[in-house]
């Protein structure tokens, strides 16, 4: 008697085949890459559901490995994105592997579109920096490659997570204003930060609110909006202080904004003690001093690399690490003058 055969299992072509587009097209709708109309994202997706198609990484492993991870960054003016780079490169020495770096396009669908170049280049894994990019796509990419998301609290079992404690990093930061004894603390972040989203922008916003509110000083919470870089939020700043803003204190949802600041208190000659995030090593420099919260970046870049090489290895249940942060007080913050 002999064994019945082993099922076969549905290919990419089968799917391609039963929705009557190509396998090129199949690939585009599963990537959630540009391009896609509807009608043919609903004849691929009910092909997919009638096949009971899943998209399977070890059939990638079998076309070989390229020995190469890919990592998109949203901002390469950063200095917090820099130290990322340092530590991911340090894990990978003494392997074989190399790391492409691939610049997010402003506005394309907030990275996702650098992250398919990436998979469309055939890497073995990637990191993806950009906190906005759509959580959907980046699921769709992990059906292929492992990935693993950089600073988002995210909670998906379809890729590993690498993240900062944004929420015990700003109420540690709002802590040391509120102690100093300031009551009018503004809050300085981008636009498009929402209070209730997943990002870290949010949870320091969130953050924020919650301390003022906690000290009875709901009343007096200010969000300032700002453009990325040192050159907006210094015109934003520049523009409150001019305006006659009461707030003696920011807190900056990451450094460059908070230099940005700076520059701007110190150019209309108004004292403000400001806090930032990220502890970029320009923070540290005598001549600025800037109290900031420090996120071990380095660290942080590495265990994503190892995140990656371990589900190369054949790691399959998600993971997701939260690293402790600390508060560098400097010589941007001191008390309120009265």
Do not use: C
């Amino acid at each position: 008697m002999t064994d019945a055969p082993s099922p076969r299992h549905t290919t990419i072509e089968d799917v391609a085949r039963t929705a009557g587009v190509s396998r090129a097209a199949v690939s585009k709708v599963l990537r959630n890459a540009y391009g896609v109309s509807d009608g043919m994202r609903e004849r691929v997706t009910a092909a997919m559901s009638e096949l009971n198609y899943r998209p399977r990484i070890a059939a990638r492993a079998m076309r070989g490995r390229t020995y190469t991870l890919g990592i998109e960054l949203p901002d390469l003016a950063n200095h917090f994105f820099a130290r990322i780079v340092r530590g991911a490169t340090s894990a990978l020495e003494g392997t074989p592997y190399q790391l492409i770096i691939a610049p997010a396009e402003a506005g394309a669908r907030e990275g996702l579109r650098a992250l398919e170049a990436l998979v469309d280049r055939q890497v073995d894994g990637v990191i993806a920096v950009s906190p906005r990019v759509d959580e959907a796509g980046l699921e769709r990419i992990s059906g292929s490659v492992p990935v693993v998301m950089f600073g988002r609290h995210d909670t998906s079992d379809r890729y590993d997570v690498v993240a900062g404690d944004d929420a015990a990093g700003a109420r540690a930061a709002m802590r040391h204003l509120l102690d100093l004894g300031h009551r009018r603390i503004a809050h300085l972040t981008l636009h498009e930060a929402g209070a209730f989203e997943p990002f870290p922008h949010g949870a320091r916003l969130r953050e924020y609110e919650g301390a003022m509110v906690a000290a009875g000083l709901g009343d007096h919470a200010a969000v300032w909006r700002t453009d990325e870089g040192e050159g907006p939020s210094s015109e934003v700043v520049r523009r409150m202080l001019a305006d006659g803003t009461t707030a003696t204190a920011v807190f900056a949802a990451h450094d460059e904004l908070a230099f940005g600041a700076m520059r701007a208190a110190e150019e209309v000659g108004v004292p403000l003690a400001v806090v930032g995030y990220d502890d970029v090593p320009m923070a540290s420099h005598p001549a600025l001093g800037l109290t900031t919260v420090h996120q071990p970046g380095e660290a942080m870049g590495a265990r994503a690399v190892e995140m990656l090489l371990e589900r190369i290895a054949g790691r399959t249940e998600a993971m997701h690490e939260i690293f402790e942060i600390e508060l560098k007080v400097r010589t941007s913050t001191r008390a309120p003058s009265s």
